[in-house]
């Protein structure tokens, strides 16, 4: 009786309103000539579940009222046998005679007793999937379901619930794992004395050893190198109220959320911090910005929240106990998680090899809601009482069952209450003794419009008479409107990542490779060349192969496209803007390693618009570039510093002991576009100058000798327009932008010549026509300088030397590229195509021959003291004689990454999107290292 007269006194209203009540029950029984029977069932859901609905205490008052309770026996159980049976109750395994029977926790189904009246938590108000057949079975043997959550005041707020202590085992349960996670992280630390919720008889013995921890805390033995800490608290519910007890026994204090950034930096160690985060806190209409409580619990789907943005990375601990629905904004996506796992920059916090810094501010997540894939997006499962805590690794999206390690410690178990079984039981059956005489009311084998009973209690029924009852009948709708969603999820969870490859030419087997590793994501190669997609399909597994020509089977294409989750496209850049708008058309995601063109870029509102990801530049360069530059400017942008110059240079090329030939190169991706960068014209600044060089070959011109790899015979030429990577990359106020192309001396001046002599043409030529008469290369050549075929060699030859330049390295070129043969020529309709096609026959990388990738980056740096540095940045990746070349890797691997990012959630933004942001280049770095593809840095001081 101890909780009852703790919480209510012997002498309180309440009380005696109860017996009065009990009373006028135990007449009408009296005068029926009937005594009420109820049970209370053994819990079988859990190993760990002791609870019951009502405590020995409460069941005194029923049987001193005249209520004969029948109680299953149980060894688990927290309250004793004896003690029930003290408390007049009739312990037996047999409870058929009782008309009313409660539990805490569903019932087996194969238990359920046909025409009874239950009570427990069913678990079936929002038609969750797992427990429809616990619904159907209710209705096939026509038991009334009192359901607890749904018993609510005219407020419709609850009045029976476990919340509370939900929120004191948890946070018992935070504290305990966080001092096991600074242990890990090299911290001993009061917390350390701190156990698991079970591991205590009562939450008044946690709650000393939580006070003796924070009399520790309160004399200054936290290591100084932690910082202060700060703990977040999400709601203000009994689950946060019960969390938030618990924590008081620390030294604390509570701020205000626009002070918590103060304390966070600045705070002291011999206390805790404390923020309450509500609603109106982290809640934005999508609109304007505002926020209306009664609107976002009417229409949630009108709001975001920027929890993940502006509140977590400010905390230490997070407890979350708030409701989450479907249509509700997550506290913190997955994508938020990448930017909490990022270092903090804290000068001011003392640190050493012994005593060091923390790998990044937030360290815990209590998730007491338990949700998976709720307002913590990346709590994929529920942990257990038996393994109550695993690290969340944010950059690989993964969990490991460990302290050490990178990541935050997750603990989300789903029946926390029942580690303080005999208190929560207590506190329970306190809110659910005055509505047990409504339930005695109960008949289910009468109709239920005859159940007589208070609102609370009667509004609750769920399934009367085998059907919905008419408050629950929607459960049927949603069944029905759930059901096909229900199936695509759980297929989803099996195999039905869906991806769709367009090509399979130079790059693609590693980004199929990648992929194909997870047996949940299935494959389709389509390709013109139906021999390539076959090896492709055969040599990994989950992968099929079809025949498609994209550029002139649209039909085919779109309907590939709508059946896909998601479309790779490897296809020439000049496709990507059509197979965008299919993929827009259909909300299919996208990923390419192509660079983003103005026609890829119009398509971004309708992407946007269409919620659908379009990631571009997730290459080499473009690609890897971009976000070993971001890396290091977004390290120096926290640190106060300022970019003042970028110059970057990058390159494929052949192994040095395989490139003797006449264009010091080999092709291991497409020649045409080797080849017609050669033409385009570029743009750069240099020492605040804009220098622009026109298209037509004036670019190879401009070549300088690059030698920041001595071992190395380096040049290089600019690329493109590299001036508005200065607003791109967030570096304005840098003078001097260079993005360049890396090639062995003696390139450019082979190139020039082909350029000279009309070979590097995009423009049809007749005698190329794939219908045409065959033609020789020498015969063509002739062509282009108007010449008779039959000209004597030498003759033609000195024609040439004099139309490039009288350079006779670039005759060399020609000749040595067999330009002069009487080799019948596979024409492609253009000077440049059909050059392309020669040259990647010719200049293949060979077997046994391997290429590798040169990239460089030179940052100017100038630090908030004014003195200025450079940092270099050298990736050099080598390919395998018997696997992938270099540039297959660099290009197929981080579009891989980036594809799987976009199907597990790890990249959420939508339109047309670039490596750009941390979230996304961080990860992606990480992943590369662990494929071998490593960047390594020194620095010049001025």
């Given at each position: 009786m101890l909780a009852w007269h703790v919480k209510y006194g012997y002498n309180g209203l309440l009380y005696r309103a109860v017996l009065q009540k009990w009373r006028r029950q135990c007449w009408r029984c009296a005068s029926n000539k009937t005594a009420p029977i109820m049970a209370i069932r053994r819990e079988d859901n859990s190993v760990w579940e002791r609870r019951a609905p009502l405590a020995p205490a409460h069941v005194r008052i029923l049987t001193d009222q005249g209520v004969q309770v029948l109680v299953q026996p149980s060894n688990r159980r927290a309250y004793s046998e004896q003690e029930y049976s003290r408390a007049g109750a009739k312990l037996t395994e047999d409870i058929s005679e009782a008309s009313l029977i409660m539990g805490v926790k569903a019932v087996p189904i194969d238990l359920l007793m046909p025409k009874k009246t239950y009570v427990f938590f069913s678990h079936t108000i929002k038609a969750q999937e797992a427990n429809m057949p616990l619904l159907d079975a209710l209705l096939e043997k026509e038991i009334r379901l009192i359901d607890y959550e749904k018993m609510v005041n005219a407020k419709g707020q609850r009045l029976v619930a476990f919340g509370k202590y939900a929120g004191v085992a948890g946070m018992v349960n935070i504290l305990?794992?966080?001092?096991?996670?600074?242990?890990?992280?090299?911290?001993?630390?009061?917390?350390?004395?701190?156990?698991?919720?079970?591991?205590?008889?009562?939450?008044?013995?946690?709650?000393?050893?939580?006070?003796?921890?924070?009399?520790?805390?309160?004399?200054?033995?936290?290591?100084?190198?932690?910082?202060?800490?700060?703990?977040?608290?999400?709601?203000?519910?009994?689950?946060?109220?019960?969390?938030?007890?618990?924590?008081?026994?620390?030294?604390?204090?509570?701020?205000?959320?626009?002070?918590?950034?103060?304390?966070?930096?600045?705070?002291?160690?011999?206390?805790?911090?404390?923020?309450?985060?509500?609603?109106?806190?982290?809640?934005?209409?999508?609109?304007?910005?505002?926020?209306?409580?009664?609107?976002?619990?009417q229409q949630p789907q009108k709001y975001a929240s920027n929890f993940g943005q502006k509140w977590a990375q400010l905390s230490s601990v997070i407890v979350n106990g708030i409701y989450w629905a479907p249509d509700s904004p997550r506290l913190i996506t997955i994508p938020d998680a990448k930017n909490l796992m990022h270092p903090q920059e804290t000068p001011w916090i003392p640190s050493s090899p012994g005593c060091p810094k923390l790998p990044h501010r937030l360290l815990a997540i209590c998730d007491i809601s338990a949700d998976p894939g709720g307002s913590i997006e990346f709590v994929k499962d529920c942990t257990s009482i038996d393994h109550p805590f695993c690290l969340y690794d944010a950059n690989s999206n993964e969990y490991t069952e460990s302290f050490r390690g990178k990541g935050v410690l997750m603990c989300s178990i789903d029946n926390m209450p029942a580690q303080i079984p005999r208190e929560a039981t207590d506190f329970f059956g306190s809110l659910t003794l005055p509505h047990v005489d409504d339930m005695l009311l109960s008949d289910a084998t009468t109709p239920f419009e005859e159940y007589q009973a208070s609102p609370s209690v009667r509004n609750a029924v769920i399934a009367s008479n085998g059907k919905l009852t008419p408050n629950f009948e929607y459960i049927s709708t949603l069944r029905e409107n759930f059901r096909s969603k229900h199936r695509a999820i759980a297929a989803a969870m099996k195999s039905t990542s869906k991806v769709l490859a367009l090509g399979a030419g130079f790059v693609s087997a590693p980004v199929i490779d990648y992929l194909s590793r997870d047996p949940n994501v299935s494959i389709t190669v389509a390709s013109q060349y139906k021999c390539e997609a076959d090896r492709l399909a055969d040599r990994f597994n989950n992968t099929v192969s079809v025949l498609l020509d994209a550029d002139r089977n649209q039909e085919d294409l779109e309907h590939m496209i709508k059946n896909h989750d998601l479309v790779i496209s490897l296809l020439p850049y000049s496709m990507h803007p059509d197979i965008a708008k299919l993929c827009i058309k259909h909300h299919t995601n996208m990923v390419t390693a192509s660079y983003t063109s103005p026609a890829i870029m119009q398509l971004n509102q309708s992407a946007i618009d269409a919620d659908v990801t379009v990631m571009n530049e997730v290459g080499v360069d473009p690609g890897i570039d971009h976000m070993l530059a971001m890396e290091c400017f977004d390290e120096v942008k926290e640190h106060g510093g300022t970019i003042t110059s970028f110059v970057s240079y990058c390159g494929g090329l052949p192994s040095p002991e395989f490139s003797a030939n006449p264009v010091r190169y080999k092709f291991s991706w497409s020649p045409r576009g080797v080849l017609l960068n050669t033409v385009a014209e570029a743009r750069y600044l240099m020492d605040g100058e804009i220098v622009e060089i026109p298209a037509g070959g004036a670019l190879l011109e401009s070549t300088t000798p690059q030698d920041f790899l001595p071992g190395f015979n380096l040049e290089g030429f600019p690329n493109r327009?590299?001036?508005?990577?200065?607003?791109?990359?967030?570096?304005?106020?840098?003078?001097?932008?260079?993005?360049?192309?890396?090639?062995?001396?003696?390139?450019?001046?082979?190139?020039?010549?082909?350029?000279?002599?009309?070979?590097?043409?995009?423009?049809?030529?007749?005698?190329?026509?794939?219908?045409?008469?065959?033609?020789?290369?020498?015969?063509?050549?002739?062509?282009?300088?108007?010449?008779?075929?039959?000209?004597?060699?030498?003759?033609?030859?000195?024609?040439?030397?004099?139309?490039?330049g009288r350079v006779h390295s670039r005759l060399d070129c020609i000749e040595g590229l067999g330009l002069f043969e009487e080799d019948v020529i596979d024409k492609k309709g253009t000077p440049l195509d059909t050059l392309s096609n020669y040259m990647a026959k010719r200049l293949a990388i060979g077997p046994g021959e391997t290429d590798l990738i040169i990239m460089r980056h030179d940052i100017g740096i100038q630090k908030p003291d004014r003195t200025e540095e450079t940092r270099h940045v050298d990736l050099v990746v080598y390919g395998d004689a018997r696997g992938y070349t270099a540039m297959a890797k660099t290009v197929g691997l981080p579009t891989g990454i980036a594809a799987k990012m976009i199907l597990e959630g790890e990249i959420q933004a939508k339109g047309m999107l670039r490596p750009f942001s941390p979230e996304i280049y961080r990860p992606m770095l990480s992943r590369l290292k662990q494929e071998g593809i490593v960047a390594r840095e020194h620095t010049t001081y001025h």
């Amino acid at each position: 009786m101890l909780a009852w007269h703790v919480k209510y006194g012997y002498n309180g209203l309440l009380y005696r309103a109860v017996l009065q009540k009990w009373r006028r029950q135990c007449w009408r029984c009296a005068s029926n000539k009937t005594a009420p029977i109820m049970a209370i069932r053994r819990e079988d859901n859990s190993v760990w579940e002791r609870r019951a609905p009502l405590a020995p205490a409460h069941v005194r008052i029923l049987t001193d009222q005249g209520v004969q309770v029948l109680v299953q026996p149980s060894n688990r159980r927290a309250y004793s046998e004896q003690e029930y049976s003290r408390a007049g109750a009739k312990l037996t395994e047999d409870i058929s005679e009782a008309s009313l029977i409660m539990g805490v926790k569903a019932v087996p189904i194969d238990l359920l007793m046909p025409k009874k009246t239950y009570v427990f938590f069913s678990h079936t108000i929002k038609a969750q999937e797992a427990n429809m057949p616990l619904l159907d079975a209710l209705l096939e043997k026509e038991i009334r379901l009192i359901d607890y959550e749904k018993m609510v005041n005219a407020k419709g707020q609850r009045l029976v619930a476990f919340g509370k202590y939900a929120g004191v085992a948890g946070m018992v349960n935070i504290l305990h794992g966080l001092g096991l996670r600074l242990l890990a992280l090299g911290h001993h630390t009061p917390f350390m004395f701190i156990g698991p919720s079970h591991n205590y008889r009562n939450s008044g013995m946690a709650r000393q050893a939580i006070r003796d921890a924070g009399y520790e805390i309160a004399l200054g033995m936290m290591p100084k190198s932690i910082g202060p800490l700060t703990f977040i608290f999400t709601g203000t519910g009994n689950v946060s109220q019960g969390a938030q007890e618990v924590f008081q026994e620390l030294p604390h204090e509570y701020v205000e959320p626009e002070h918590l950034s103060k304390v966070a930096q600045h705070g002291a160690t011999n206390k805790l911090y404390a923020c309450i985060i509500k609603p109106e806190d982290n809640l934005l209409r999508k609109e304007d910005g505002g926020f209306d409580l009664d609107e976002y619990f009417q229409q949630p789907q009108k709001y975001a929240s920027n929890f993940g943005q502006k509140w977590a990375q400010l905390s230490s601990v997070i407890v979350n106990g708030i409701y989450w629905a479907p249509d509700s904004p997550r506290l913190i996506t997955i994508p938020d998680a990448k930017n909490l796992m990022h270092p903090q920059e804290t000068p001011w916090i003392p640190s050493s090899p012994g005593c060091p810094k923390l790998p990044h501010r937030l360290l815990a997540i209590c998730d007491i809601s338990a949700d998976p894939g709720g307002s913590i997006e990346f709590v994929k499962d529920c942990t257990s009482i038996d393994h109550p805590f695993c690290l969340y690794d944010a950059n690989s999206n993964e969990y490991t069952e460990s302290f050490r390690g990178k990541g935050v410690l997750m603990c989300s178990i789903d029946n926390m209450p029942a580690q303080i079984p005999r208190e929560a039981t207590d506190f329970f059956g306190s809110l659910t003794l005055p509505h047990v005489d409504d339930m005695l009311l109960s008949d289910a084998t009468t109709p239920f419009e005859e159940y007589q009973a208070s609102p609370s209690v009667r509004n609750a029924v769920i399934a009367s008479n085998g059907k919905l009852t008419p408050n629950f009948e929607y459960i049927s709708t949603l069944r029905e409107n759930f059901r096909s969603k229900h199936r695509a999820i759980a297929a989803a969870m099996k195999s039905t990542s869906k991806v769709l490859a367009l090509g399979a030419g130079f790059v693609s087997a590693p980004v199929i490779d990648y992929l194909s590793r997870d047996p949940n994501v299935s494959i389709t190669v389509a390709s013109q060349y139906k021999c390539e997609a076959d090896r492709l399909a055969d040599r990994f597994n989950n992968t099929v192969s079809v025949l498609l020509d994209a550029d002139r089977n649209q039909e085919d294409l779109e309907h590939m496209i709508k059946n896909h989750d998601l479309v790779i496209s490897l296809l020439p850049y000049s496709m990507h803007p059509d197979i965008a708008k299919l993929c827009i058309k259909h909300h299919t995601n996208m990923v390419t390693a192509s660079y983003t063109s103005p026609a890829i870029m119009q398509l971004n509102q309708s992407a946007i618009d269409a919620d659908v990801t379009v990631m571009n530049e997730v290459g080499v360069d473009p690609g890897i570039d971009h976000m070993l530059a971001m890396e290091c400017f977004d390290e120096v942008k926290e640190h106060g510093g300022t970019i003042t110059s970028f110059v970057s240079y990058c390159g494929g090329l052949p192994s040095p002991e395989f490139s003797a030939n006449p264009v010091r190169y080999k092709f291991s991706w497409s020649p045409r576009g080797v080849l017609l960068n050669t033409v385009a014209e570029a743009r750069y600044l240099m020492d605040g100058e804009i220098v622009e060089i026109p298209a037509g070959g004036a670019l190879l011109e401009s070549t300088t000798p690059q030698d920041f790899l001595p071992g190395f015979n380096l040049e290089g030429f600019p690329n493109r327009d590299s001036i508005p990577y200065g607003k791109d990359y967030g570096i304005g106020k840098a003078k001097t932008l260079l993005r360049g192309t890396l090639r062995y001396k003696g390139f450019s001046n082979a190139v020039i010549g082909l350029i000279k002599l009309g070979l590097i043409d995009t423009n049809p030529h007749s005698s190329l026509h794939e219908q045409g008469p065959d033609i020789t290369w020498k015969h063509f050549i002739c062509e282009l300088l108007g010449k008779q075929p039959d000209i004597l060699i030498d003759s033609l030859k000195d024609i040439v030397f004099n139309k490039v330049g009288r350079v006779h390295s670039r005759l060399d070129c020609i000749e040595g590229l067999g330009l002069f043969e009487e080799d019948v020529i596979d024409k492609k309709g253009t000077p440049l195509d059909t050059l392309s096609n020669y040259m990647a026959k010719r200049l293949a990388i060979g077997p046994g021959e391997t290429d590798l990738i040169i990239m460089r980056h030179d940052i100017g740096i100038q630090k908030p003291d004014r003195t200025e540095e450079t940092r270099h940045v050298d990736l050099v990746v080598y390919g395998d004689a018997r696997g992938y070349t270099a540039m297959a890797k660099t290009v197929g691997l981080p579009t891989g990454i980036a594809a799987k990012m976009i199907l597990e959630g790890e990249i959420q933004a939508k339109g047309m999107l670039r490596p750009f942001s941390p979230e996304i280049y961080r990860p992606m770095l990480s992943r590369l290292k662990q494929e071998g593809i490593v960047a390594r840095e020194h620095t010049t001081y001025h």
